[in-house]
Nanobody, 123 residues
Framework: QVQLVESGGGWVQAGGSLRLSCVASERTFNAYSVAWFRQAPGKEREFVARFGWTSGPTYANSVKGRFTISRDNAKNTVSLQMNSLQPEDTAVYYC?????????????????WGQGTQVTVSS
């Protein structure tokens, strides 16, 4: 059972930046594809970015050019650098992982989830 713990959420004004981190308990972290999803109030959970275990980053069109996903397998960590934040980026952000596959953008494809961290962007 993989434990994922997110941190780094908070409040920021529009145009600002935040950096989210997710630490995994699994020592074979390099065999997991990892992703960030987000869920705004009253909306479905949506894909933000993915870093596959055998592939590079993939982004949702809504965040491309503003967000950067990275991973440090030695530290069992995946991060999400978020720049030029806008009010529509306000949501609970979740870290997700799946073993030995590169899932798509469907949240049902991911087996392990963190508890989420709130990001609030004010206008």
């Amino acid at each position: 059972q993989v434990q994922l713990v997110e941190s780094g959420g908070g409040w920021v004004q529009a145009g600002g930046s935040l950096r989210l981190s997710c630490v995994a308990s699994e020592r074979t972290f390099n065999a997991y594809s990892v992703a960030w999803f987000r869920q705004a109030p009253g909306k479905e959970r949506e894909f933000v970015a993915r870093f596959g275990w055998t592939s590079g980053p993939t982004y949702a069109n809504s965040v491309k050019g503003r967000f950067t996903i990275s991973r440090d397998n030695a530290k069992n960590t995946v991060s999400l650098q978020m720049n030029s934040l806008q009010p529509e980026d306000t949501a609970v952000y979740y870290c997700a992982a799946h073993y030995l596959t590169v899932p798509g953008s469907n949240s049902n494809d991911y087996e392990y989830w963190g508890q989420g961290t709130q990001v609030t962007v004010s206008s």
